[in-house]
């Protein structure tokens, strides 16, 4: 019987293999010795022997220091590593607790719970600044997106006339309101953010007082 402190090991040996087949992946082939090369690229002491023993599992750990220097050198997100979503079916997240890959990134990344028998995807789950941020991140995309469609269609009704005029600056009013929706939700999540005691995440540059072809500016909020 498997027991905890085996589960290292496990958990390194599939890294390990992860490794391998993301490098065998790369077009040519990259060698164990062009991995710990780029590593090196990074400032991180990886070496070739370190990361052959990785693979053919005859080493029993994986350090943080030494997943995120390889996970970067591969181009990979370090829990693809550690749970190899696509190609395994279930990953060893705890000694004998075994959960389907993408669920086991999930929680890794914050973005749901540790499943649980019976437990449905959402259960569980308390909302954490990770999420907080990432959708407030989303927020900020679709908020600069608006704002540059409102931009084209403003910028498109200079040379227009007519009902084509018309036309171009109501859909850049459309998209002036669906970025103010964005800026709006975007402040109300930082305000949430910080009465939970957390830091906030910084709104960046956006504000409505930037000119917007053939437009009146807006007042910034912020």
Known sequence: MDTQNSWPARL?????????????????????????????????????????????????HISVAELLAIAAALSVPPLQLLFGVGAEETAEVLPGKHVPAFRAALWFSGEGPLPEPGQGPDQGFVVMPLTWYRDHDRRVIQEVNALTMAGVAAGAAESATGADRAALLAAADRQLDIARGHHDAGRILREQIDLAGYLPPVPGELNYARETPGREPAAADE
């Open 12 to 60: 390194a040996q599939s890294v390990g293999l992860e490794i391998r087949r993301q490098r065998s992946a790369r077009t040519p082939k990259w060698s164990a010795q062009r991995l710990a090369g780029e590593c090196a690229a990074l400032g991180a002491d990886i070496p070739r022997d370190l990361i052959t023993d990785l693979e053919i599992g005859r080493r029993s």
